[in-house]
């Protein structure tokens, strides 16, 4: 357990505070306690609202508001999906230099995204997974393995996924550091670890990205992810589940934000290729 919270009285109404952000939790509440500067009004109503309601205490009333009236991402067109799971990364796994050149490409030895280093905008897929003959190999591997362990079939190879090969958008699911939302070319399986973001018009890729690497959407994430600290490099380990990206609010943005952000996605994609 990292956090609590107190209840001292019931009602429909209070306040709240959080020490999240402070290193030294004990001297913020001896603080918060003796002065009502870092309270903010508290409406259960609002909160019972609210998916995350059992951990978004500390949000202010103005950001449950938008939270509450924005779509959310998947309401959006924009579908956080998991993806590959091949319960044996070291048999199926390999660097992509490692590869020959000849055997690499769609049906043999394909680019597998699978998280990595805090990267926003863009990062070296470095990682192709094995999938000759369709993964038979893996499909065989899949079965025996269900079989002999009696687990559920999760996300093994004989899960047929439509999003395979398709651009898109990737992340570290599990990161000390904030999320960082990058390009997922066409071409690539995902994995578990590295889920992918997907949309039916990829011309809304561009601006989500932007939307995705804003200090904004790392705020309205932090709703729903448990925690005992703010997020910051180097703190407890976190995981992005696609659940939390898809339920945060995608907002509408005014005529021409959309392509202005679209254009200085693209821009940082570049420079960080270039990089």
Same mark, same amino acid.
């Given at each position: 357990?990292?956090?609590?919270?107190?209840?001292?009285f019931?009602g429909?109404?209070?306040?709240?505070m959080?020490?999240?952000a402070?290193?030294?939790?004990a001297?913020?509440?001896?603080?918060?306690?003796?002065?009502?500067?870092?309270?903010?009004?508290?409406?259960?109503?609002?909160?019972?609202?609210?998916?995350?309601?059992?951990?978004?205490?500390?949000?202010?009333?103005?950001?449950?508001d938008?939270?509450?009236?924005?779509?959310?991402?998947?309401?959006?067109g924009?579908?956080?999906?998991?993806?590959?799971?091949?319960?044996?990364?070291?048999?199926?796994?390999?660097?992509?230099?490692?590869?020959? =050149? +000849?055997?690499? #490409?769609?049906?043999?030895?394909?680019? *597998?995204?699978?998280?990595? @280093?805090y !990267?926003?905008?863009a990062d070296?897929?470095?990682?192709?997974?094995?999938?000759?003959?369709?993964?038979?190999?893996?499909r065989?591997f899949?079965?025996?393995h269900?079989?002999r362990?009696?687990?559920?079939?999760g996300?093994?190879?004989?899960r047929?996924?439509e999003?395979?090969?398709?651009?898109?958008l990737?992340?570290?699911?599990?990161?000390?550091?904030?999320?960082?939302v990058?390009?997922?070319?066409?071409?690539?399986?995902?994995?578990?670890?590295?889920p992918?973001?997907?949309?039916?018009?990829?011309?809304?890729? =561009? +601006?989500?990205l #932007?939307?995705?690497?804003?200090?904004? *959407?790392?705020?309205?994430l @932090?709703? !729903?992810?448990?925690?005992?600290?703010?997020?910051?490099?180097?703190?407890?380990?976190?995981?992005?589940?696609?659940?939390n990206?898809?339920?945060?609010?995608?907002?509408?943005?005014?005529?021409g934000?959309?392509?202005?952000?679209?254009?200085?996605?693209?821009r940082?994609?570049n420079?960080?290729?270039?990089?």
């Open positions: 357990v990292e956090a609590a919270c107190y209840v001292l019931s429909p109404d209070g306040r709240a959080s020490a999240l402070n290193h030294d939790k001297a913020a509440l001896a603080r918060a306690v003796s002065s009502l500067e870092h309270w903010h009004h508290l409406d259960r109503r609002r909160l019972s609202r609210v998916d995350t309601a059992a951990i978004s205490y500390w949000a202010p009333p103005e950001v449950l938008a939270l509450l009236s924005s779509l959310s991402c998947e309401e959006a924009l579908m956080p999906r998991v993806g590959l799971q091949t319960s044996d990364d070291f048999r199926f796994l390999r660097l992509q230099w490692e590869v020959p =050149a +000849t055997r690499f #490409g769609t049906g043999k030895w394909v680019a *597998f995204a699978k998280g990595g @280093e !990267s926003p905008f070296s897929i470095h990682l192709a997974v094995n999938w000759f003959h369709e993964a038979k190999e893996q065989a899949a079965s025996a269900a079989d362990t009696g687990s559920a079939r996300n093994d190879a004989t047929d996924f999003w395979y090969y398709q651009a898109g990737t992340y570290s699911e599990r990161t000390t550091s904030d999320i960082s990058r390009v997922l070319p066409e071409g690539c399986i995902t994995g578990t670890s590295g992918g973001i997907f949309a039916r018009s990829t011309r809304r890729l =561009a +601006t989500a #932007g939307y995705f690497c804003s200090a904004v *959407f790392r705020q309205l @932090e709703l !729903s992810i448990g925690s005992g600290d703010a997020v910051a490099s180097g703190s407890a380990a976190r995981h992005y589940t696609v659940g990206v898809a339920r945060c609010p995608f907002p509408t943005f005014a005529d934000a959309a392509e202005f952000i679209a254009a200085a996605s693209i940082c994609i420079a960080t290729r270039e990089l």
